[in-house]
């Protein structure tokens, strides 16, 4: 039973300093700040792809890796690795593609934040949301990553622009905190 309640304290303990990590709780409080980043990444890899036939023309699915640089916002700087799965009907050009973007601090190698990405493809356009965490252990101005993106793909490079063109037309955020207090239950009328 003593052991029982230590195991349930240290939970709770990690679970809180878990909590506080990923809503960016430190000296800065809450924010909600608008960012813009690039990704220019290279094909690397395409460990699977394979073609088939489908009822509106012919389709490809693949997984491609792409390796580059990230730049823009600091929090958001590092080397980046992207990887892509995607169906595509290769006659319209049209499809969906989803994957993850993980960024680490060039010197320290140290993870700096990771994304979800999903997209629709155009052509050579992918237009779509990444969802993640940054993590900026040196001001405490992480938090949840919510940001629209434009890429661009020409077979063997990746240029992908987060929050662009403009802030306003795409935006990215970085938003850390949340309210103390749950907000209150809607009560029937």
Not at 132 to 160: E, K, M, P, W
Request: proline share 5%.
């Amino acid at each position: 039973m003593r052991r029982l309640k230590l195991w349930v304290a240290l939970t709770i303990i990690a679970g809180g300093f878990a909590v506080s990590a990923v809503a960016g709780v430190g000296p800065r409080g809450n924010h909600t700040e608008l960012v813009t980043a690039v990704f220019d990444g290279h094909l690397v890899a395409v460990p699977y792809e394979r073609t088939c036939a489908g009822d509106d023309g012919q389709y490809r699915q693949a997984v491609e890796t792409y390796t580059g640089g990230v730049g823009g916002d600091p929090r958001l700087n590092g080397m980046g690795v992207l990887t892509l799965t995607s169906f595509t009907n290769t006659t319209s050009g049209n499809g969906t593609a989803a994957g993850t973007l993980v960024v680490t601090d060039v010197p320290t190698q140290q993870l700096r934040w990771s994304a979800a990405v999903q997209g629709v493809v155009t052509g050579q356009n992918l237009k779509g949301v990444m969802t993640g965490i940054v993590r900026d252990r040196v001001n405490q101005a992480g938090g949840r990553l919510i940001a629209n993106f434009q890429g661009n793909h020409n077979g063997t490079s990746f240029y992908v622009g987060i929050g662009f063109p403009a802030t306003t037309a795409n935006p990215a955020v970085i938003q850390g905190g949340f309210c103390s207090q749950a907000p209150p239950a809607a009560r029937p009328k």
